[in-house]
T-cell receptor, first 118, second 111 residues
Framework: GAVVSQHPSRVICKSGTSVKIECRSL??????MFWYRQFPKQSLMLMAT?????????EQGVEKDKFLINHASLTLSTLTVTSAHPEDSSFYIC??????????????FGPGTRLTVL | QKEVEQDPGPLSVPEGAIVSLNCTYS??????FMWYRQYSRKGPELLMY????GNKEDGRFTAQVDKSSKYISLFIRDSQPSDSATYLC???????????FGAGTRLFVKA
């Protein structure tokens, strides 16, 4: 299957700082990338959908000014958690899809980034 | 009612058992059905991807889709301790349809 990388895999930061997480599709061009948040023993919570070259679409309840998403190229999307606070501590996972939902356009997930805000 | 219902478990089985994991859904527009496996503190890994109704087999894994009943299943034959993980079902429609995930079923295979 296709490979999606995420960096960093783990980050610990002080409250009030901003953290950037990168998501890259390594062997395919991702028209659409997704950002999820996952709490322990819970399922994936979709935060936002980003399409290359356009603004991200955020899910209800997700603060777009706090979680900045940039999908600057067909292989890279970034999530910046601005002014992070302890309640932002979570496991953040990105996924990428080559095109619209359809045959051969499965979502492939990155390995996740564990964010701990002190 | 959630669009996708999946029993969170946990499900505990002995090594070698046949495991049956299931999801039900309510939206008849779903046409693409997926199963992901997620190990603790890792991203989900795509296991099976099927279109419309029918069966698909890959090694020890078989995915079944019954669109008339809005019911999908994943069977794991000869289960191994390494199969211990959370299994998420997911489904989507055509075009710009969002993928909807189940809550995930935690599976434990005891040696």
């Amino acid at each position: 299957g296709a490979v999606v990388s995420q960096h960093p895999s783990r980050v610990i930061c002080k409250s009030g700082t901003s953290v950037k997480i990168e998501c890259r599709s390594l062997d395919f061009q991702a028209t659409t990338m997704f950002w999820y948040r996952q709490f322990p023993k819970q399922s994936l919570m979709l935060m936002a959908t980003s399409n290359e070259g356009s603004k991200a679409t955020y899910e209800q309840g997700v603060e777009k000014d706090k979680f900045l998403i940039n999908h600057a190229s067909l292989t890279l999307s970034t999530l910046t958690v601005t002014s992070a606070h302890p309640e932002d501590s979570s496991f953040y996972i990105c996924s990428a899809r080559a095109g619209l939902a359809g045959v051969g356009n499965e979502q492939f997930f990155g390995p996740g980034t564990r964010l701990t805000v002190l | 009612q959630k669009e996708v219902e999946q029993d969170p478990g946990p499900l505990s089985v002995p090594e070698g058992a046949i495991v049956s994991l299931n999801c039900t859904y309510s939206n008849s527009a779903f046409q693409y059905f997926m199963w992901y496996r997620q190990y603790s503190r890792k991203g989900p890994e795509l296991l099976m991807y099927t279109y419309s109704s029918g069966n698909k087999e890959d090694g020890r894994f078989t995915a079944q889709v019954d669109k008339s009943s809005k019911y999908i299943s994943l069977f794991i034959r000869d289960s191994q301790p390494s199969d211990s993980a959370t299994y998420l079902c997911a489904m989507s429609g055509t075009g710009g349809f969002k993928t909807i995930f189940g809550a995930g079923t935690r599976l434990f295979v005891k040696a």
